[in-house]
Structure formats: structure tokens, C-alpha cells
């Protein structure tokens, strides 16, 4: 694409001054026209294009009509150039959304058709080939489909040609050949198949040739090559198959970019190479390149050199003797010699390379040697990536040195001693990768200091010693620590609990002790935990009961004792269980993973019993059973005693209420612990105003101190008075009954009874979440007078996407991973809840439908009519034409939620007009106009002069832009999840795997949140 980018610009006007240009601008569209006519022809048109735009959301055309002059219209404007030619102009922004109107084919005088960044579907209109005088054809970044005309390879005066960005199909036309003006050819990012037309090398006037991101097989044509003129070539991901001509440095004296990675290029790189002394782009990887890389030394103005992932080297000492070719080259930034078979030693002229160097792949190679201490002259360098070779001796404390490091890989090399306290010194490091070495000694204190660590890896060396608190309390944002495989001593500290977000954990092959902490319970998003062959001991922590989205759980060889934990069963997630060679004891379970033969491993404990068939264990049928057997009986036979009286209890208050009512809940609460009246009414001082925090559709919520908990709850008391009430609280219970997930709002205890005056009286508690509701923090107001100052929440970027993958978490977990389906019906913000570790849980299941005995993966789910009212702006446009419930529906709610979590929009925003809403809004203004359209907290402010103060990632390595792309995918996600129709939309599943995926690539960018600002 950035071969394509500055093709958005028309020629220059020079060229074009003695014409007038009425140019019509939606997203870039240019149509220009002679002067020297009727401009009665000129007004006509534009009527013509008015008339065929199906939708003009701002209005801009809305003065376009015969009561005044078409000079006067909105948009359009009249300037005169230097010599005296008039030139119209028109401005319409967002106007087309369908097709290319066919009537441009009349507009006979056309010279510049801009059309790019649209919406726009359809094919490219063939008659376009009767605008003979058409100079630029840019229709970039839309939705085209079918094939290239081949009718176009008339226009004899075209000069680019540009539709990259599309869903074109079919192959490349030969008649293109015939273009003897054309300079710019550019359709990446389609899907063309065939090959590059032989008619190609005809083509003298050729500046840019991009096809790159296409099925593109056989040759480039060898004429191609002989084309003086040409200065970028992008052919990268295809399937071309193809040498290097060996004298292309010469023949292409001008090229300054060529990009043919992801193909099929045999053959050696030629030598003459070098003599193309323009070049700033080599990119020559993922082919199946060989030999060896020869002298670099006149590329002086190269930017980027890779050949990574090809066969080139053969191991021998010399292999790298290129590199000190790269000496001359002062703007080099990154350097991709990675997955190929280079050999020797790293040369010490590495020091000569060029300051700017930022990324340097050596992985993957047969490099041996000491690393050089010449390294530490590279002083902006970001990432380096070593591992997968056979370097020796120590790691370098010069290293300590690189303190714009993000990313270093050392791992599976031959490095030994101890680990360099100079590493401390990497404050920006992401990621820090020892592993698959021979290292010695402990853990640096010093490395306390990466507060910035997402990624820590030691496993398999020979470090000793304990695991010090400093340690594990490296980073609150670290995500994967792995310390296995070494000879760490002593107990794992209980400050293993702040790290919040963590989500893999392996201290597996060590010689740990003591007892696990209860801490541990702590890191709810641990996906993978492995302990095993320690030497832990003591019972499995009953706290565990809250990692519920482990994944994969090994604490096999150890002396663990007691029983097998029951809430193991309902880890929905879990794929892997190993508890194998320890010492527990008692019946196993047989929900859940236990199941699964496959995946549970509880061989090597001996006093096992019970489980399903395949374990081959023996019956629990022991004196110890039969004695529980009978103690049990004799509880039935008292329960069956307090029940009778229950039972004539409640038939006498019947009786005194002088009507039945029917228990519409009963089946829901009974599963439920209930509460009396009196509880909560004493719990919340008397159900006081001071204690509300919240009023809802259906009644109010308290906080409150239940004896039982000892700590905070949120009370729900149900308004009997309002209509759907009394359902609605029998909808809740209903769908929390049996459902337990981390991202939902924990249900405590219900009460369902009457108050003091005999009144029915209906109310859930909940656990307490301190941080409110989402809504609050994207849209905060001052609760109170006295608090009109108080600063405003913030949600940082890192924080919203946290939020929202934990609702994604939930809704996959209610559609997908339930015994039944569950539809929450009325999914926004101010029903997520946020607790004091800011992870989010869904709230109010006062519609939620559940969804019987269907397939649940289908858009046309159903259970019951579409009687739930939701809320406006969230719920699916389905909702009006009397569609029944579907899991899509929440889908729908989610888009609508996620968009509004990153523009700081409500869905149905009051800067919306003519029916606009939130995703239309989003829809039309991405990828351009990102930062225009984000809530603007998540903008980086700047101070005067222009000095960043709130930066969240490193300029030097194009940190903004990485946050661009992440927000893009992000708001790409919204729009997919809010699609008009059901079957079009999103899979909450497929949500979360793309969520998770954008949160590591952000976290891998993103390297100051709180603690630091730009040098």
C-alpha cells in the first residue's frame, strides 16, 4: 500500500492550466471538464450525478436547483488560475455509497476521476472507456468487484490507474500494454489471478507497478525489466516464481523501492544490485532465495533491507561479510536477515551501522561467537531478535546501554554466567526473552525496574535461588511469566497476586515448596498455569474457585493431598487437566473436563475412587462411604420432617392472605440462598436514601452490609408496581441460577417474601462492584453539588479494550458455553458493572431469554417473539419487524457498545442527523479519519511547541500509527457486530479471539501508561 499512497494526488496543474475543472469531491473525486462550452452542459451534469446519489446524509446537495445560479450551490465554487482559465469546484464529502454511475461514460471531456475512500460497490463501468481524454482513475479503498475492463486499455492518454484496496477479480488486461502513457499501475490488496501480462514490458513511461496482496502466478515478463523509468515495484504476496535478472541494478538505474516478499524467486540476488543506488526498500523475503548476499555498499540511501526466511548462506565463516557493506548506509532503520542458513561470527563492524538502526533479526540462523560488544553503539535500536542460534559466552552488560529496547530475544543460544544487572537499565522493555540457555546465579533484583514488562521468559537454564517478591512484582502488566526449568528454591510469594493481568504462569521443573498462595487467586485472567514436578504440597486453594478461564492447569508431580476440587467441573474452558502423581484422595468428579479421559490425567494417586469408567478406578464404596451413606439418611429423614412443617406453614399464610399467588420463581430461587426482608432492611438502614446508588426500569438498587458477608453487596429492590416486574425478577433468576462466569455479576442471595405491611417484596444481592457502571466512566457527570469539581474518570485505551473483551467473554459464555442458550436482550453500558480491578461484569438479566432446544450458531434463533424492549440505539433493527429472540441480538447490542466505548458517542448521539447513527457514523469516517472520530481522551495531548505529554508509545518506532491500526481493528469489529442483518454479523466467539489478538499487539506498542513521558 505505500507504493499507492501518493496517487491521491492529481497531476500537477501545471499540466491542466489552461483548462477548467469542475471537480466533484466525495472522499477525493475529481471530474474535470474543458472550457470553452455551453455551461448549461456543465449544470446539466451535475444534475445528473445529484440525481443518481442514493444517499446524502449532511444535505450539502440540498440547494442544487433551479433557483439560483449553479455557481451559488452549496459546494461549489469558482476561482480563476493565473491565466485566466476559470476552474469550477465542488465539495461533497460521504456522497457515494452504491455504484459508479454509469453516466460518467457521457462526461466525455473528463480528465480526472478521484472517487477513492468510499463505500463504493459495483463494478468499474466499462464505458468509462469513452472518456478519451481521462488522465487519473483512482478508485482506491472501496468495494468493487468483477473484473478490470479490458475496454479501459483504450484510454490512450491515461496516466494511473488505481483501484487497490477493492474486491476486484479476474486477471490483469493485456490491453493495459497498450497504455503508452501510463506512469502509475497500481491494484494491490485485491484478489487478481493470471499472470502479468507480457504486453507490460511495453510500457516505457512506467513509474509504479504495484500488484502486490493478490493470486498473481508465472513470470514478470522479461521486457518488464527493461523499463529505465520505473521506481517501485511491489509484487510481494503472490505466487510468482521468477530469477532475478543479474543485471537489474543496472537496467533499473532509478528504482527506489522493490518489494517481492511472500513468493516463489529462486535464484541468487545479483550482484549489480548495488548499482541501484536510489534503492531505500529491499525487501526480498519469504522466497526461496540462495547463495550468497553480495556487496551492499552503494545503497547509502537504504531505509529497510530484508531477506528474511529464504535458503541464502551455507554456514560458512563469510557469510556476514555483507553486513560491513552496510556501513555507508546512514538512514537504515531496519535490518531482516532472519530464517536462513548464514554462519560465522557477527562481525564486529555492526558497530558502524548506521545509529538509526531500530530493528535487527538475526534469529533462526547458524551463528556462533561471542556477541560483540559493539552492539551498544546502536543506540536507537528497539528490537533484537537473536535466538535459534549457537552464540557463546556471556550476554553482553552493554546491552544495559540500548535503553529504547522494546523487544530482546537471546533465547536458544549457548549463553552462560549470569544474567547482566545492566538489564535493569531497559525501562522501556516489552518483552525480554533469556530462555533454552545455560544460565546461572538468581534473578536480578535490578530487573524490578522493567515496569514495563509484558512478556518475561527464563524457562530451561540453571538458575538458582529463591523467586524474590521484587520479581513477580515486576510489572502490573505482566502477561506471561515462565520460570520453568531451573533449580529456583523456596515457596512462591504471595505478591504472585498482583499481577492482575497475567495469563500464564509456568514455574513447572523447579524445586519449589511449601504451600500454594491463596494470592494466586487473585489473577483471574491466568489462562495457563503449570506447576508441576515441584514440590508443593497441601490442599488445591478452595480461591481458586475464581480462575474460572484456566485453559490448561498441570500440578502433576508434587504432594498435593485432599480431594479433588468439585468447582474443577464448571471451568467451562478448561482443555487440560493433569493432577497425576500427588496424593489426593476421595471421589472424582465427573462433570465437566473429568469427562474428558483424554484430556484429565489423575494417574499416580492412589486412593482415587469413583470418576468415569475410563479411569478404571474402584467404586466408592468403602466403610467410610457406607457411613456417609447412612448420616445422610438420617439428614433426609430430618429434612423431610422441617419440610412437612415448612409445607403447612406456608399454607396457613396463604390462607391468611385471602388469595393465592402464584410463585412464579420458585423453581429459579429455590437454587438460590434466600434472605429475609427484615435482613435487608436492616442491611441498608431502612432501605435509606443515602444508602441508593442506582434507580433502574424496574426498581432501585441500595448498598448494603448483609450479616452473612461481612462486606458490601448491591441490593436490587424489584417495583412491584411497575409492569414486568415480578417477570422480570423471575427472568434473573432464571438465567443466574445456574450460570457462574468471571465477566457476569455474581448473584449472593434473593429475597422473596413480604415487607412489614404484608406487601409482596422481591429483591437480588450482589456482590458489590466499586468502580460503578461503564456509562458513568464514558460518560461522567458530577454526582453531587459539593462534587462539581471533582476531576473526571478516564478510561485509558488499554483499559477499554480490558473492559471490552470481558464482556465479549461473557456473551460467548452465555451463547456458546451455557447447558442452554442465554440472551441477555439488553446489553449498554450502564449495565456493565466494574469492580475495583476495573475487569467488567454484565449486569440486570431482567429480559434475558433462554433459548430452548435449538441450534444456537443460527441468525434465526428462536425461542419467543420479539416482546423485550431493550434500549433505544442498542437494540437490532429486527426488533421492529417482529423477529424472534436470536444470540445475534446481543451481538448487534455489543457492536453498538464497543463503538461507543472508542468514539465517546452514544448510539443515537444528538450531532447525528437524517437518521444517522452511531455505526453509520463510524462506517463513513474509518480508516481516514480515525483520530477524528475516537473520544478524544484517548488523543495524546500536547504541550506548546509541540512536545508530546501524554504519549502512550514510542514516536521512534511509529507508536501513533500502531495505535491507529489497533483502533481501526477495533472499530472494524463494532461495525462488523452492528451489521443491519443477523446472518451478516459477527460471532461473539470469533470477537473475542480478535480482541485478544488486537490487546498483544498493543501491549507490545504501548510502553508508557501512567509512569512516563517522552524524553
Not at 556477541?371 to 557463546?392: C, K, R
Not at 471451568?571 to 465437566?592: A, M, Q, R, W
Not at 429480559?847 to 440505539?873: C, E, F, M
Request: hydrophobic content about 40%; charged content about 15%.
Amino acid at each position: 500500500m505505500g507504493l499507492c499512497s501518493h496517487l491521491s494526488s492529481a497531476p500537477s496543474s501545471s499540466s491542466f492550466s489552461m483548462h477548467t475543472f469542475i471537480l466533484l469531491w466525495c472522499f477525493g473525486l475529481f471530474l474535470t471538464s474543458v472550457v470553452g462550452g455551453n455551461n448549461e452542459t456543465d449544470r446539466l451534469a451535475l444534475l445528473d450525478f445529484k440525481a443518481k446519489i442514493s444517499k446524502n446524509p449532511l444535505g450539502v446537495m440540498s440547494s442544487w436547483n433551479d433557483s439560483i445560479h449553479f455557481c451559488q450551490w452549496k459546494g461549489v465554487s469558482v476561482v480563476t488560475d493565473i491565466k485566466g482559465s476559470l476552474r469550477w469546484t465542488c465539495t461533497l464529502k460521504n456522497c457515494f455509497y452504491n455504484e459508479i454511475p454509469p453516466e460518467i461514460g457521457r462526461l466525455h471531456r473528463l480528465e480526472i476521476l478521484l472517487l477513492n475512500n468510499n463505500t463504493i460497490g459495483g463494478t468499474i463501468p466499462s464505458n468509462l472507456s469513452s472518456c478519451a481524454k481521462l488522465r487519473v482513475f483512482h478508485v482506491a479503498v472501496n468495494n468493487l468487484v468483477g473484473e478490470i475492463p479490458t475496454e479501459l486499455g483504450t484510454l490512450s492518454k491515461l496516466q494511473i490507474f488505481a483501484t487497490h484496496k477493492n474486491v476486484l477479480t479476474g486477471i490483469i488486461p493485456p490491453s493495459f500494454g497498450n497504455l503508452s502513457s501510463l506512469e502509475g499501475f497500481c491494484v494491490a490488496y485485491n484478489n487478481l489471478g493470471g499472470s502479468i501480462p507480457d504486453s507490460f514490458g511495453q510500457l516505457t513511461k512506467l513509474k509504479i507497478f504495484a500488484v502486490g496482496s493478490n493470486r498473481l502466478s508465472g513470470t514478470i515478463p522479461p521486457l518488464f525489466f527493461n523499463i529505465s523509468s520505473i521506481t517501485k515495484i511491489d509484487v510481494a504476496v503472490n505466487q510468482i516464481q521468477v530469477h532475478l535478472p543479474s543485471d537489474i541494478g543496472i537496467t533499473l538505474p532509478n528504482l527506489e523501492t522493490i518489494t517481492v516478499s511472500k513468493n516463489q524467486f529462486i535464484g541468487s540476488i545479483p550482484i549489480s544490485i548495488s548499482s541501484a543506488s536510489n534503492l531505500h526498500i529491499l525487501n526480498l523475503a519469504k522466497n526461496k532465495l540462495t547463495g550468497k548476499v553480495p556487496s551492499l555498499e552503494k545503497l547509502n540511501r537504504m531505509r529497510l533491507f530484508s531477506v528474511a526466511e529464504n535458503q541464502l548462506g551455507n554456514g560458512g565463516a563469510n557469510d556476514l561479510s555483507f553486513l560491513c557493506s552496510l556501513s555507508n548506509a546512514t538512514n537504515l532503520r531496519d535490518l531482516e536477515i532472519n530464517t536462513n542458513n548464514f554462519g560465522g561470527e557477527l562481525p564486529k563492524c555492526i558497530g558502524n551501522i548506521s545509529t538509526s538502526l531500530t530493528l535487527f533479526y538475526l534469529n533462526n540462523n547458524k551463528i556462533f561467537g561471542n556477541i560483540p560488544s559493539v552492539i551498544g553503539n546502536l543506540i536507537n535500536l528497539e528490537d533484537i531478535e537473536m535466538w535459534n542460534n549457537t552464540f557463546l559466552g556471556n550476554i553482553p552488560s552493554i546491552l544495559g546501554n540500548l535503553q529504547k529496547l522494546h523487544f530482546l530475544d537471546l533465547s536458544q543460544n549457548n549463553f552462560i554466567g549470569n544474567i547482566p544487572s545492566s538489564l535493569g537499565n531497559l525501562t522501556n522493555l516489552l518483552e525480554l526473552y533469556l530462555g533454552d540457555n545455560n544460565l546461572q546465579g538468581s534473578i536480578p533484583s535490578s530487573l524490578s525496574q522493567c515496569q514495563n514488562l509484558v512478556t518475561f521468559h527464563l524457562p530451561y537454564n540453571n538458575l538458582s535461588g529463591i523467586i524474590s517478591s521484587k520479581v513477580v512484582g515486576l510489572s502490573f502488566s505482566l502477561n506471561s511469566l515462565d520460570l520453568s526449568g531451573n533449580q529456583f528454591t523456596g515457596v512462591l510469594p504471595m505478591e504472585i497476586g498482583n499481577l492482575k493481568n497475567l495469563e500464564h504462569l509456568d514455574i513447572s521443573e523447579n524445586m519449589l515448596t511449601g504451600k500454594i498462595p491463596t494470592s494466586l487467586a487473585s489473577c483471574v485472567k491466568l489462562e495457563f498455569l503449570a506447576m508441576r514436578r515441584n514440590f508443593f504440597q497441601g490442599f488445591v486453594p478452595s480461591s481458586w474457585e475464581s480462575l474460572r478461564g484456566l485453559e490448561h492447569l498441570d500440578l502433576s508431580n508434587n504432594n498435593f493431598s485432599g480431594m479433588i476440587p468439585k468447582f474443577l467441573e464448571s471451568f467451562d474452558f478448561l482443555k487440560l487437566l493433569n493432577l497425576s502423581y500427588n496424593h489426593f484422595d476421595g471421589e472424582v468428579p465427573t462433570n465437566g473436563v473429568f469427562k474428558n479421559a483424554s484430556a484429565t490425567s489423575i494417574k499416580g494417586n492412589g486412593k482415587l475412587c469413583g470418576g468415569m469408567p475410563n479411569f478404571q478406578l474402584p467404586n466408592c464404596n468403602n466403610k467410610k462411604s457406607k457411613k456417609r451413606k447412612l448420616t445422610l439418611t438420617l439428614m433426609l429423614i430430618l429434612f423431610g420432617l422441617i419440610g412437612a412443617n415448612l409445607v403447612l406453614s406456608f399454607q396457613f399464610l396463604c390462607s391468611l392472605r385471602k388469595k393465592r399467588k402464584e410463585n412464579t420463581s420458585s423453581d429459579s430461587i429455590n437454587l438460590l440462598m434466600n434472605v429475609s426482608y427484615q435482613s435487608l432492611f436492616n442491611a441498608t438502614d431502612g432501605f435509606s436514601s443515602s444508602n441508593l446508588i442506582g434507580v433502574g426500569s424496574f426498581g432501585s438498587v441500595y448498598k448494603g452490609i448483609l450479616d452473612q458477608y461481612k462486606h458490601a453487596v448491591a441490593i436490587k429492590v424489584l417495583n412491584l408496581g411497575c409492569h414486568g416486574a415480578s417477570k422480570s425478577f423471575k427472568a434473573e433468576c432464571e438465567a443466574l441460577r445456574n450460570i457462574r462466569h468471571r465477566n457476569l455479576v455474581k448473584v449472593l442471595t434473593v429475597c422473596s417474601g413480604f415487607d412489614h405491611q404484608g406487601h409482596d417484596f422481591k429483591a437480588l444481592a450482589y456482590k458489590f462492584m466499586g468502580n460503578g457502571n461503564l456509562d458513568e466512566w464514558l460518560h461522567p457527570t458530577p454526582r453531587k453539588i459539593n462534587e462539581a469539581l471533582e476531576k473526571q474518570r478516564k478510561l485509558s485505551l488499554l483499559q477499554r479494550l480490558n473492559i471490552a473483551i470481558d464482556v465479549a467473554s461473557a456473551l460467548d459464555y452465555l451463547h456458546h458455553h451455557c447447558e442452554t442458550p442465554i440472551v441477555h436482550c439488553d446489553l449498554k453500558p450502564s449495565n456493565v458493572l466494574l469492580d475495583d480491578e476495573m475487569i467488567g461484569h454484565v449486569s440486570d438479566f431482567g429480559l434475558a431469554r433462554i433459548l430452548h432446544d435449538i441450534v444456537h450458531d443460527s441468525s434465526t434463533n428462536q425461542s419467543s417473539s420479539i416482546g423485550v424492549k431493550g434500549t433505544v440505539g442498542y437494540t437490532p433493527p429486527e426488533y421492529g419487524m417482529g423477529n424472534k429472540v436470536s444470540i445475534y441480538d446481543d451481538v448487534y447490542s455489543y457492536g453498538m457498545l464497543l463503538l461507543e466505548m472508542f468514539t465517546g458517542k452514544k448510539p443515537i448521539d444528538n450531532s447525528f442527523h437524517d437518521s444517522l447513527n452511531l455505526h453509520d457514523f463510524v462506517k463513513a469516517n474509518l480508516p481516514e479519519r480515525i483520530f477524528d472520530i475516537i473520544d478524544p481522551i484517548l488523543l495524546p495531548k500536547r504541550q506548546e511547541g509541540g512536545r508530546r505529554t501524554n504519549d502512550t508509545c514510542n514516536e521512534n518506532r511509529n507508536g501513533s500509527l500502531k495505535i491507529q491500526e489497533c483502533l481501526i481493528l477495533i472499530l472494524g469489529i463494532g461495525i462488523a457486530c452492528s451489521k443491519e442483518y443477523p446472518r451478516e454479523r459477527m460471532n461473539i466467539s470469533a470477537v473475542v479471539v480478535e480482541l485478544h489478538s488486537i490487546r498483544q499487539n498493543l501491549l507490545r506498542t504501548c510502553i508508557r501508561q501512567v509512569h512516563k513521558t517522552d524524553d
